[in-house]
Each structure stands twice: as structure tokens, then as C-alpha cells.
């Protein structure tokens, strides 16, 4: 008898649905603002992605676009990150470092591909400037003999807007680039690493 009024009661809790919109609000809801926190946290890193390229770029074409009638120092360099942090419209933990290569050819083998020679690097901030062409060769492309290139990397350091993360996806991370470039109206880029506005001697002269 207990059992059949269990069973019956049982049955009408089941039927019940007064009250279901209201649990199904509790269940739903917080996934629901954890979707839409994960999509915007999402849309906020692709952004930056971006605007850190762009301005890559933009500092790269700065540096194309340079005379050549005077070195450039580290007081340049310094000017450039600022530049940069202006772009990216942050300057907490951003870096520039820009590098000079000379491709140069062997007159016995013409036949062979031309030597890259880091002629100089300087960094900004943490970031340290390369001091063997052999930490970013393979990231370069192979061009004629004579040829030069400027080379611009970039780090942001990104943050979730918000104060949780979607750990180990997106969370607080570094986002680097990596631009390569010719100069436009000088044959190459001098560096000054005085400061008193004369070219320093490098393995490309």
C-alpha cells in the first residue's frame, strides 16, 4: 500500500512542471554568460592580433622609408616602441627589436645562394638584440645577392579583459610578429651604437 502511494506521488512530481522555467533558468544562464565572456575574450584577442600586425608593419615602412643619410641609435629604436605602444594603444610589456641583414654572394660559386649576414640588431626593453643571424634565418626568405633587409619584431603582451580565463586557450600570453622588409630610397640601414650620429663599422661594409 505504502508502495503504490509512493509510486503514485512519484508519478505526480514527474507530471509537475510548475516552476520548470524558473530551474532550467538557473541551469542555462550561467553557461550562457560563459559563452558569451568566452566569444567576446575571443573577439578581443583576434583584434589585438591584428592591431599588433598593423603596426608591425607600419614601423617596418617607417624604417623602409628612412634616407640613409644618417644612422640610426638606439634613441630611434626607443622612438619606434613608442610608436608602437601608441598604435596598439597599450604600453605594458610591448618590445621592438629590428634587425639589418646584407645578402651577400660568394664571387667563386655564383651559382650558390647568397650568405645572410646579420649586420646589426638592437631591442627595446626585455626583448635583446640577435647576435647571430642563425636565430632567425629560417624565418627569412632567400633573395639575390646585394639585396638588404630590414627585419621588425614586435611583442604584445595580451590580457583577457575579464578576471577569469579560459585557461589553457586564452590566457594572459605574449603575441609576437615578425616583418621583413627592403629599404625604399637608401641602399642600407648604418647603425650608430655611440650615439654621436657616425656609422659604426659592421660585417656588411
Known amino acids: 500500500m505504502k508502495l503504490n502511494k509512493l509510486a503514485r506521488r512519484a508519478a505526480r512530481f514527474w507530471r509537475i512542471q510548475a516552476g520548470a522555467v524558473s530551474v532550467e533558468t538557473v541551469i542555462i544562464f550561467p553557461i550562457l554568460l560563459w559563452g558569451y565572456a568566452a566569444m567576446f575574450i575571443y ?9 599588433n600586425l598593423k603596426a608591425t608593419y607600419t614601423i617596418a615602412d617607417m624604417l623602409a622609408r ?3 643619410t644618417d644612422p640610426i641609435d638606439a634613441n630611434f629604436i626607443d622612438g619606434m616602441n613608442t610608436v608602437f605602444n601608441y598604435l596598439i594603444r597599450s604600453d605594458d610589456g610591448n618590445d621592438v627589436r ?12 655564383p651559382d650558390a645562394d647568397p650568405e645572410m649576414v646579420l649586420c646589426w640588431s638592437h631591442a627595446t626593453g626585455d626583448y635583446e638584440g640577435h647576435t647571430d643571424i642563425s636565430e632567425i634565418e629560417d624565418r627569412l626568405p632567400m633573395m639575390p645577392g646585394g639585396d638588404k633587409m630590414i627585419v621588425v619584431e614586435t611583442r604584445m603582451t595580451w590580457t583577457p579583459p575579464f578576471d577569469f580565463t579560459l585557461e589553457p586557450v586564452l590566457d594572459t600570453r605574449d603575441m609576437t610578429n615578425l616583418v621583413f622588409v627592403s629599404p625604399r630610397w ?5 647603425w650608430d651604437d655611440n650615439g654621436d650620429g657616425v656609422a659604426d663599422s659592421t660585417d656588411c661594409d
Open 43 to 51: 573577439w578581443d584577442a583576434f583584434k589585438s592580433k591584428g592591431i
Open 66 to 68: 628612412e634616407e640613409g
Open 98 to 109: 629590428v634587425s639589418f641583414v646584407d645578402y651577400v654572394s660568394d664571387p667563386d660559386d
Open 186 to 190: 637608401a641602399p642600407r640601414l648604418d
